[in-house]
């Protein structure tokens, strides 16, 4: 097939000669089918302009149904009408041509200068419209016509389509534009003048803005549909050109008999409200017409227009088949690449296979299962001829087999498919996985490639597009595969990863020194492909009393890492000590957050977030840059593994128990936390009162003290938290999983096991509610930590009246606020995509748009793929010489 | 310039425009095979270009500091 390059597209309007050339047929009766059954001559289902019934032939094209793609026809208006979609243009136009001489009411000087400013902006492709405002706007200023002479009179636009004459000097003297004076006057424009408007005069006159002709769809644009009962239902259009039709032909029998002139107008309106709602039934101030149903008809307008609209709807938004979407749910069993797919959409979607001679043995044993699972649901013959297979035929189907023929076999494992999860914000929203066929009613997904989805199993559903040519599978593949895919081109970060019990499962296992004997250490390794346990760390003596090896648990994590790896970094749980004016004690950190890895072992450090989670993940990171996608998605396979191993020999939950603090740790909480700030704020409160506070500076008394009450609360949460977290140590689930990143922060835990802590609506303290009070429990003017949304209590404990309403009252916004900037967010990200949509990085790294002009010189300046820099930069000098040079130079 | 009007050249937010010679514009358009009209655009009122004595059709050359590349160099041609 040859490429065909659009050059432009000239729009224009349609001639009433045009419209008459181009009508395969005249249409006068109203009527659709006879009692025949067969459509009428000259009706509105005319079989000269398109057909949709079986059997018949079109009287045009000689086309059947399906070949014929229809042909217009025409009704002839008995009297001209305003086109409702030019209403308002036909008004500037009037206002801005003389009502004598049709001349544009511009001096000689003007008008060139315009004709000139409009050429220019169609040579620089820019909108002439602008000018063409101009143009109305300086042409309707003129009294008197500088050609002629006339004095002009003002036009009122009536809404929607008329028009009428006032006389400048005295404003009762009107008169009503009849769409034949109208288009009279529009007539007399001299094509010279017709660019001033922004039109082409060969294209588009501007009497052609008035219908005189009125072109009929073909049938084929408007099918009629038979109901059970065999009854015919037309659609809206053929319903809405009846009306017309009729009205048309009353309107010419009263004229014909010569009726008053009143009954004749009302006539005219009434045609007049059919053609203007056959265009568009959405007209401000015209009452929509109706079906006999009562709904509103779906005319021309509304089925181009929004969302379902034929733009919208139909072309941007087409529907796709070899699809399936169902719910999504965990298989940490599957790999990061694949995909379960449930067995019933195996069997429904399908791949088209050509039968070689290569192939032809495997798709006969395929064929030979009929449609059983792994088998084919139609064959093609060599003849061209599409056949089903059946329970019946399949096996005298494999017999005849041959090559040229082409198979539509079931989806099975190993198929490459794309996987996709609403809404697509990024490209990572879809990935090419690989179909892993198993029972059950939904898709699996490996845990680690949630992120990337921003899915989760709260009952999400997915969709699964099956690729039907080579070139589609192997562009999936080589671009889309979820291993390509674990670095984010956003952040520069893998976000194919770790989470959730994945880091918590890695965290027990290298946490403080862990001993697994051969057994459990062998468990441990269970469905991870590698060579040995290597040497055991040391013996320890068991009880029966003689020496067994045993393996550290960092041993066994080091199993996994590429051989040669070296690698340092500060975990998660580092505390900073720097930045907090300490020194680092590296190796010795007694939280162990300095990880070393030294060629494949871990030898110092705990694997937590930083090590192995999403977004942050520094050992697949490295192992990414270094040895490449398929040893970081077998890294990522593995960890996920070890971690599962692990978690379930240990076993980890989480229960309400975990949220106990001793009593003496309670009384601590409210003495020194809790009662100490309301304490203090209540002295702050008595200093207000005493005029004893000292503003801040740039705020207010008020402010200063709200601040104040704030800072104190604040710190009061702290306290609690900090005093909590010294009854809770690391063999809490819940701190566990905090600290190591997996799931859940202090925060949680503290407002869980201490204090909920302060309240706020837009950052400050509650106030809302009544006259100096937010609730009638307190005493008008109270500024007290209780009575402004101060929760003492914590979750555990459970929350007063009071506290519990102040905390729904502070919950709301949170509510609220994410609402809100999800769908603000969403249509900024929609107009950010819709402007850079075009734009493409070409072989010489300049980025352009469609045009090919240019945008950026080098894509990004540097012309580095952010998912393949090092955090930014081009190259991490720092870390480059602390390889050299074997020493830790950074940090 | 304008009496009264502040210049802006010399901000550390405008990077430095020179307008370059016509040997300088052949070199570049050969370098990236395009034509003259597919360069980015700078409109000759500019107020990063004034006083450039850049007209219509000239090509200018903008040095900025880029977070990304050090200091990157981008090219504008002057239009109405």
Known sequence: MRLKKIKGIKFGLLAPKEIRKMSASKIITPDTYGEDGFPIELGLVNQRIGVIDPGLRCKTCGGRMGECPGHFGHIELAAPIIHIGYAKMIYRILASTCRRCGKVLLGEEARSKFLEKIEQQKEKQMDVGVVVKLVFKEAAKTEVCMFCDEIQKRIKYDKPTGYIEVEIADADKKRRLMPTDVRERLEKIPDDDIPLFGMDPKNARPEWMIITVLPVPPVTARPSITLESGQRSEDDLTHKLVDIIRINQRFMENRDAGAPQLIIEDLWELLQYHVSTYYNNEIPSVPPARHRSGRPLKTMTQRLKGKEGRFRGSLSGKRVNFSARTVISPDPEIEIDEVGVPIDIAKELTINVNVTERNLEAIRETLKRGSEHPGANYVRRADDKKVKVTETNHELLAEELGVGWKVERQLQDGDIVLFNRQPSLHRLSIMAHYVRVMPGRTFRLNPTVCPPYNADYDGDEMNMHVLQTEEARAEAKILMAVKRNIMSPRFGRPIIAGIHDYITGLFILTWSEKRFDKEKAQDMLNRINIRGLGEPAGTFESSSGIQVPYWTGKQLFGRILPKQMDLQFRGVVCEKCIERGGICKKENCPREGYVVIKEGDLVCGVIDEMAIGSFKGKIIEQIFKLYGEDEAKKFINDSARLATNCIKQSGFSFGISDEDIPKEGKVQIREEAVYEAEHKVEELIRAYDAEELEALPGRSLEETLELLIMQELGRARDDAGDIAERYLGIENSAVLMAKSGARGSMLNLTQMAACVGQQSVRGERIHRGYQGRTLPHFKSGDRRAEAHGFVRASFKDGLTATEYFLHAVGGREALVDTAVRTSQSGYFQRRLINALQDLEVKNDGTVRETRGTVVQFKYGDDGVDPSKNECGKVVDIDKIISEVVEEDVGA | ?80
Request: aromatic share 2%; charged share 30%.
């Open chain 2, 1 to 80: 310039m304008k009496k009264g009007t502040l210049s802006i050249i010399g901000h550390e937010l405008v990077p430095e425009h020179v307008v370059i010679d016509e040997i300088e514009v052949k070199e570049l358009l050969d370098k990236y095979k395009i034509k003259r009209v597919q360069l980015p655009k700078i409109k000759v009122s500019d107020p990063a270009i004034n006083g450039l004595g850049a007209e219509i059709g000239d090509v200018v050359e903008i040095t900025r500091q880029s977070r990304t590349a050090g200091i990157s160099l981008s090219f504008r041609l002057v239009i109405g």
